[in-house]
DNA sequence: AAACGGACCAACCGCTCACAG
DNA sequence: ACTGTGAGCGGTTGGTCCGTT
């Protein structure tokens, strides 16, 4: 007998998210933040579980969220973090703003996996399906050997379109590739990672931090109550369609995501939290790594680095990384500090010799509940 | 036209972790 | 040290759509 979930006991709704609840939450949020999701519900006037409500904010109702087809870009530091960090999708869409957790591992089951798998390559231990046999051989053989000669050792066939072979290449790389010592390979095991939880101390705080003093986001709410008037179904309908053709026409709560990018850009642009998050996530990662002085994350990130270089250059310094150079860890990732971001960063810097943020809290906004007392829904 | 199966994705579930008391 | 509670994470489920037979 598995016990009863929270929305049970308490005979909450469940299932899909009408249009008013998300109203509903929207404005609450908006307008009051969030002090405990557990009380949000009801304070918001919904009969749902905090649980339901924070989920359905983070995936859904957060105006910082991107939405539409993931661009080759994000595939790919999709891929190489999937390699580094395995399931641990949190830590992936930290490093993807706009991107929820759900969505990449979405994307991931449905798509990369298959993807990957076609072009031979294992979506678990991202080495060629043929690399068992290929673990057995004398590593001193492999590190001798190009990735093009190895691959072709392995009956990868040279008339393979060069496409297929460039993609299996980058992606494989750190598999395939032994370094002098042969022990370098990123995998996940050899991480080290702390089994610490790392949360992404997300942009709740930093939304409230940013909420309008009237506690609208006029430009959303205005075209959310023009769209309003839709009918439920046939907006859900629509938005399904075309969230797969990757259109976001309307704006206005249904149950499928539909900024326009529009809303998006403007609410972005006042919130900023998502770069926010991943940019303490990131501390939090290279923190970790560098206190356990492990060198295979740092071959990991170093490999994650070098990849990106190759694709779209979004690293600076792949080839010379040094945990030692505080300014180069912002940019090996592209999500910069911004505003009151660095003015925080730089107190920490000041305070505790920059070595600890992972004991940023995800500060619950409002603890005056009265606040919360004088909302009446 | 109906049935079927696969793809997609929102939401749920159960677990772990952090923290306050 | 222990316990209860809330937050967050990753795995899984279930509903919907769409293409094929």
Known sequence: MGRNSCCVKQKLRKGLWSPEEDEKLYNYITRFGVGCWSSVPKLAGLQRCGKSCRLRWINYLRPDLKRGMFSQEEEDLIINLHEAL?????????????????????FWNSSLKKKLLKQGVDPNTHKLINDAQLAIKDE?????????????????????STAQLDHQQ??????ILCSNGGKMEASRENLNFSSKQVYDPLFLSEFQANVDPDGFHSSF??????NLSRPY??????????????????????SMPNLTNFDHQNLAA?????HHSSSRTTKFVMNEAKESSNASFQQAMIHINNNDNNNNNVVENGGSFSWDDESKLDSVFPFQFSGIQIEERNQKLQNQNS???????????PQNMNVFNDHRI
């Open 86 to 106: 395995g399931n641990r999708w949190a830590q992936i869409a930290a490093q993807l703003p706009g991107r929820t957790d759900n969505e990449i591992k979405n």
């Open 140 to 160: 001193r053989e492999c590190a001798e050997l190009s990735p093009l000669q190895m691959l072709q050792q392995e009956g990868v066939p040279s008339s393979a």
């Open 170 to 175: 980058t992606y494989n790389l750190s598999s």
């Open 221 to 226: 709410l205005s075209h959310c109550h023009q």
């Open 233 to 254: 179904d046939q907006s859900q309908r629509e938005n399904h369609h075309h969230h797969h053709h990757h259109i976001s026409p309307i704006c206005g709560f249904n």
């Open 270 to 274: 006042e919130t900023q939290f998502s």
């Open 355 to 365: 070595d600890d943020f992972a004991t940023y809290q995800l500060t619950a906004l």
